[in-house]
């Protein structure tokens, strides 16, 4: 077993820099060789911060270099196909930050590929690393709670992303960017969803409908064993990150997540209050880190990715089904969501829908 | 205005007892004047402890007797229609615990006999006076979380009620027995709901299956206004009973509820501890007196009824719709739901049903 | 046994309205008879709101009516003495609210008459009526946390009393007004305390100054059994009502407390907060209730009261021991504190000492 | 400036190797160039593991070699005296953990020496680089709880350390050894100490009676500036790691800590459940690199230490005259503490000592 891994970070943007200080800095049995960013002078200046001695606009000079034996892809989502093909091709070891795509056709494609190269692909889902939705899995498997039954999952952010990211033809839309999250967290639990339904509407931000997403959701889940579940998502929780996990089983109940960033409370004329943690890097801090020492860790060691490509594509199938059921208004069977042949996103995002428009 | 209104409490059950005991010993301005349970000796012996002058086995001979200015109806629900016509008849002023009625049929012909005698009738639905529930629709009037735009409300029960209870020709099913009262408390902080969608199934209670009842739901709902919301059903809450809610704002959030019964910590090697509230009683005992409290002091004052028929008959129309969504799996519209002109039950229970039995 | 006892309330301030509104409406086996307050038109309107048949302005005319079985009496202390004597040798039981006295001389002579009258007298510290205080007894009679070694006690109000109230010639000071609670509680838990040493000063209100008590004071306990405590005091918890404990033994330890009056969080961008219980009628209504109707149960009942005379006094001691250690700058034997035999004040109130203002 | 100090650490035991583990990989601006321990193997082993360069038994060749810019000193506390010397002769910039000494007088020496040498000191609380703790200065300076008047501040061990460290002449004994950082945070959050009296026994591990140290302690303090505060520390938090503050203010209060260390519930029928931090370094892992991050960015920037030999001693005076008024049974002046000339410990330890003996 080799002792250290020679990594190359493509993409230096707001998670790509979070995943290169961790390689740089706090990951000991990696060495981050190279970084590339096709923006002028990002990877430049990144590379002088952190010492990284090669720096590169062109993500494909990076997959040249011999010495890299794997690469973190941190790159727009829709630039995923490609980088990862070439990065397959490359004959690097992969890590890809969720979503996989949004599009089930690219996604197969991509899979496709990094099967035929027999390169290692390990997907992004960074709450699989955190210490309470370990936890609660490990609860689970020791069966404190008997046969779970019921799950409830939540994501809600403190305010709206950028409206161009918002659109749906760039993130897959709300129920893709942000529930793939908890769809994923949904199958770690409970097993494989049949069907889902969703509601949903652009109910606290109006400029939401120029580009054709909503701010929230609700969506029902049956999975293939009868069990049920919920999601809920918002862009509204204004006071903060509100990340949560319910696991209701036969003997007991689980719940993961927390509010408090600091651990003090101020008790005043006002009341009794406290701060919240503000977004989701002061939250999976850790959890990012645990990821991309885990890739680094299964690589170096030969061990199978802990998140698979299958993973990213099942958990991408619910999201689209999902995304189709607020549009249709009506239930829909995961296995109806068909990869569309000529690679063009599949999910009916830019129409503006709401279930609750009627 | 009089200052003291003499009442009978027709049903001495569970509630019932609750009710009486709580006009017997702290409404100030009620005087408890008859007590009425066709069980033999169950009047007499409730009337003897708390020093009641009069008892009956037959309500009709309770309506009969002039001094009596007020009932309150706590028979077992099939027996509502019946009870309350004749109340109504006999100009009675009716308090009347919920559902009024799992007949969409007999709940409105009950409001067409109220209508037509003049008489006072205020509903139960406890949660209303619940100082959390009070607390967030203050906060939601004073503008604190600005608009609601999703709501979430549960209800979970720590065991089974009987298997003859669950029927749903005797109780209307869980959705119906719990869902009820999420639905009232949706309508009180959200508006009208349009549509609903629910899954469930038999997944903790394979006993349930024999009655044709369920133990766990999930239901989406959509309101009028388009705003959005989730209640959760179980019956496997081992741990205690677990009542809550969620309001979301534009501006802020609201979560009403709490767990735990003794203010007291337990710190030792096995973790941090506490007890839980066990069931209903120990959770809404204070909502309990507060509601007769004011239909005592609605009545005496003159005042319109806090929670109308027209409440309990919109409460009910949203649980049918649920219940048949959860047979017919597709979203139902509450408008779809007609009273059957010939009174008979208009859920599709005891077909045994599950969302997720495929 | 007699099934319902007859009783008259002495005192109608603040404290006495409550009992007497207990016993009015809410203790079932009591009947309140007679009413008495010195200051003019206070009993009559209380007897007519709550439908008493008797009020006096002399409680010595009260104590002559032969159908009253017995007294509760919640007159300003400085008269407790005065008062109970009368009711002693009238032969009614008593229930007599905390302090006893601020003397012990008085004290003692109160106990004498008591004893020689024959009479019961129960004393009130209702945190022993309080489901979590207790819940903490329970635990530690079950073993749950093994030996009891260190005990925490705190007592918080959010605003000054009057100040014609702090002078410790009336109230006996923070140290007795507050701290005898914590004191009473330190003996539930501990058993009897042996040495005490008082910190404290006039920190937060400079106008106590002129009455000479103080605002803040903190107290370090040993028992008698060589385990050890400490007790917190302060007027200016501007928060709300703050009343918690901790018990600490070899196998695990007890928290009791809360702070929270509505259970309902609100979650905005100033942070998560939620109401504060305000002050003590809030927090303890349900144990005064359950402390009236203890004494009520235990006359009827032929049982020993639940908190003696004896127990009153011991308080008062170790309030006494460690009013003079903030006012000496020494730790004080409680076995020190002897009653003054002329029946003076035995504390050193008017001094206006501060253990802090060198 | 420069970018990067090299450093050395003298000392691997359990802080050590935590201090040279972050130099090592978690410290940007840092490079451990060399580290020394006196048991043979130990640092070789740590410098394989970590890649350190330089391995040493005798830490004076450490100081010897020229490119060690800095060294942490966290070898045991009897050691610090001579180390720290010969590093300051040296001309190294020193981080020390606590304490100092405990020794008063070999404290002062340390500190003229370290004055006269003209070297950079820098003394180890790691409380003062939690999150909680700080947010709780900042709270104060922001004037939220107006003028702060009481301080109540807590440490508790799990268990027991061995009786060899419990030893008063090894580690200075319970109040020493745990309380110094109570004494600290409350400087920090007070000002200066004037009196204090404390009360302790042997009352959980009666195996401790032969070393002489005790396991629970009650200590008062009394502010220069008249406020008071009260420490509480024990041996018998069997359940977990129990490091609270409160900070009393005339607007307001703060509560710092925590307990909990997975952000899980558990809820079952033994009640709703969750974990509880371990020990002190799952609790203070992140202020540990932030302490000696910042002790690295000082000497870099050329900053003032952010907690100096004066702080140090500060803390150690107070935590002698705690352990004096202990075995006294009186208050303290911490003014009364002063150097033994001759060196020796100034504590009277070993006279195992309780003031709950009697």
Redesign the interface.
């Known amino acids: 077993m080799r002792s250290r891994l020679n990594l190359g970070v493509i993409g230096l943007g707001r998670m790509g820099r979070v995943y290169a200080a961790a390689l740089a ?2 990951v ?1 049995n990696a060495q981050l060789v190279a970084v590339a960013d096709l923006k002028p002078g990002i990877a430049e200046s990144f590379a002088r911060e ?1 010492g990284i001695r090669k720096w590169l606009e062109n993500y494909q000079d990076l997959l040249k270099d011999r010495s890299v034996d794997a690469v973190a892809v941190v790159t727009p989502t829709s630039t995923h196909r490609e980088v990862v093909i070439d990065a397959a091709r490359g004959g690097k070891a992969i890590f890809c930050e969720k979503p996989i795509s949004i599009s089930l056709a690219e996604a197969e494609e991509m899979l496709q590929v990094v099967d035929s190269s027999r390169v290692f692909l390990q997907m992004g889902f960074q709450r699989r690393f ?3 939705y370990i ?2 899995k490990k ?1 689970i498997e020791e069966g ?2 008997g ?1 779970p ?2 799950l ?1 999952s939540t994501s ?1 952010d403190p305010f709206l992303p950028p409206l161009d990211f918002c659109n749906p033809r760039v993130s897959g839309g709300l129920i893709m960017d942000m529930g793939i999250h908890d769809f994923d967290v949904a199958r770690m639990y409970m097993g494989e969803v ?2 889902v ?5 652009v ?2 931000y109006p400029e939401l409908k120029s580009v054709g997403d909503i701010d ?8 293939e064993n ?5 999601v ?1 998502l ?1 862009r ?5 990150y509100d990340i949560r996990a319910e696991v ?29 943690v503000p977004h989701f890097m002061e939250r999976f801090e850790g959890a990012y880190l645990a990821q991309i020492q885990n890739f680094v860790d299964n690589v170096l060691q030969g061990r199978p990715p802990s998140i698979t490509g299958a993973d990213a594509v099942a958990a991408l199938r619910i999201s689209i089904a999902a995304t189709t059921s607020l549009h249709e ?3 829909v069977d995961v296995r109806e969501v068909e990869a569309a042949h000529d690679g063009s996103v599949s999910i009916p995002g830019g129409r503006g829908g ?5």
């Open positions: 800095q706090r000991p952190f955190d210490a309470g936890g609660a609860k404190v709670i046969e039954v019921l409830l809600r049949r069907t339904h969703a509601v949903g509407g109910l606290a929230n959701a609700v969506i029902n889940l049956v999975f009868a069990t049920i579940g919920a809920h918002s509204n929780a204004v006071f903060g209701w089983g036969t003997k007991g109940s689980l719940q993961v997540g927390y509010h408090r960033q600091t651990p003090m409370l101020v008790l005043t004329r006002q009341g009794i209050t406290h701060d919240v208004k009506r239930p709401s279930a609750s428009s009627t």
